[in-house]
């Protein structure tokens, strides 16, 4: 997998003292992540292997200011930039507010970091990206943004709280190819910035970074729930740590606790309160990237979120280092529609609700504990559920007719009709009712 990347370095080298200029330069280019700059202290270049001593001599405050002097304005969340790249300085102030520290990081663009996962980008799913700091969420973001509105133009609109994703200044960075840029003047407009984009550009897809607060949660929900792909990030490392997070945790759906009926707690074998997904979430995909070259990418959040309250392992798609041969690698990205249910005899009771709740079924399988999900595409179940008055759809028919997928119907959209049905079909099917049913 070919990756191409520019990273304008020698621009942010430049702002160095010549000293450290020199000694930056002397480390390979394709792994210096960061170098930290404190006041007092030996000066750092952060590499991918570790820290490396740029100098014995300490850092001054006349450094700094000479450094400092050599960059844009900081903005209220304490970052500049360099015109015309994608590098990003942070800095530490007293409580004087006078810098006493600066990390000039190093900013990236790179290609075919996203081949993997691009089905999905291309699906018009939405995505979640989660991960620590530093393994390559933000380059991500720029990729896809590109990848949609130069290759499948689309109207992409990127929300740039921190001039982060498509560099500084007026002029958006090349990188995010034809994609717009919404600069977001303090870091607490960034909520409004993303329903503005929404409301006043027609965006077919948003590309935001760090969703943090409950207002832009809330703001991801409205935009998600008008039809538009989002496209972000989040703080987290990964989908247990959200679904924890009370302020984030309705990415993914929320988490609410059920108090059940004596009977109903009988009948799930569980104590009487319970933690239960409140809704279908915002994202569609969730991706935790575990480092900069390895992630896994749990194609239907909704189903995630409900393994993991139910204590199991979620069903997720392991890639290692994009780096590795493609002998070590999945054969092809396993989008939507590469979800074929006979690849995988292991694989749990795909069920596609046709005219019926989404919702209603998944509470069902939770209630019943099954080893089953739902599935958005009719092509990928292994069962396909119904209203009786729609089970004449002919895409549905045309299906069971070439495929052979059991279609099964219901009379009203209710959860006792749902469970009678599932009870009665893992009855007539030995082999579903000892692999699915709990």
């Not at 991500?140 to 133009?153: G, H, N, P, S, T």
């Not at 009370?246 to 929320?254: E, F, H, R, S």
């Not at 396993?334 to 019926?356: C, F, N, S």
Request: cysteine-free; glycine content about 6%; aromatic content about 2%.
């Amino acid at each position: 997998m070919k990756q191409t990347f520019t990273d304008d370095l020698r621009l942010l080298t430049m702002t160095l003292p010549s000293p450290l200029h020199e000694a930056v330069e002397a480390l390979p280019a394709d792994e210096l992540l960061e170098i930290i700059l404190d006041l007092g202290r030996t000066p750092q270049a952060r590499l991918d292997r570790g820290a490396v001593e740029l100098s014995n001599r300490p850092i001054a405050r006349e450094l700094l200011t000479e450094v400092v002097s050599a960059l844009g304005d900081f903005g209220a969340d304490n970052r500049a930039g360099i015109e015309g790249t994608l590098h990003r300085i942070s800095a530490l102030r007293n409580r004087r507010g006078e810098i006493v520290g600066l990390t000039l990081r190093v900013g990236r663009a790179m290609q075919g970091t996203i081949d993997l996962v691009r089905e999905y980008v291309e699906s018009g799913s939405s995505l979640l990206l989660l991960g620590r700091p530093g393994v390559g969420k933000t380059t991500k973001l720029r990729e896809i943004a590109r990848v949609l509105a130069d290759e499948f133009d689309r109207r992409v609109v990127v929300v740039d709280t921190s001039n982060e994703i498509a560099g500084d200044g007026d002029v958006p960075h090349p990188a995010i190819g034809r994609a717009r840029r919404m600069q977001v003047p303090h870091p607490n407009r960034q909520h409004a910035i993303m329903i503005e984009a929404v409301e006043n550009h027609m965006p077919e897809a948003i590309i935001v970074d760090e969703i943090g607060t409950a207002e832009e949660a809330l703001a991801a929900r409205t935009i998600a729930e008008r039809g538009v792909q989002l496209i972000a990030t989040a703080h987290g490392n990964s989908l247990d740590n959200l679904v924890m997070n009370p302020t984030l945790a309705d990415l993914v759906g929320g988490v609410q606790t059920v108090t059940l009926s004596d009977e109903e707690a009988r009948f799930r074998h569980s104590r009487k309160s319970v933690n239960e997904r409140k809704t279908s979430p915002t994202f569609d995909v969730v991706i935790e990237l575990t480092e900069r070259k390895a992630f896994t990418v749990h194609p239907d959040s909704a189903d995630a979120v409900d393994q993991l309250l139910m204590g199991r392992t979620p069903h997720g798609v392991r890639f290692g280092s994009i780096a590795e041969s493609t002998e070590t690698q999945p054969a092809a990205p396993v989008g939507p529609e590469h979800e074929q249910p006979t690849e995988d005899p292991d694989h749990p009771l795909r069920i596609h609700a046709h005219a019926l709740s989404r919702d209603s079924v998944e509470r069902v399988i939770r209630d019943m504990r099954l080893d089953a999900r739902t599935v958005r595409s009719p092509e990928q179940a292994d069962l396909i559920l119904t209203l009786r008055s729609r089970a004449a759809d002919p895409r549905i028919l045309n299906l069971v007719a070439t495929t052979g997928i059991p279609l099964r119907q219901v009379k009203k959209n209710t959860t006792a009709q749902i469970r009678r049905l599932l009870q009665t079909t893992l009855r007539e099917n030995d082999e579903w009712e000892e692999r699915f049913a709990s």
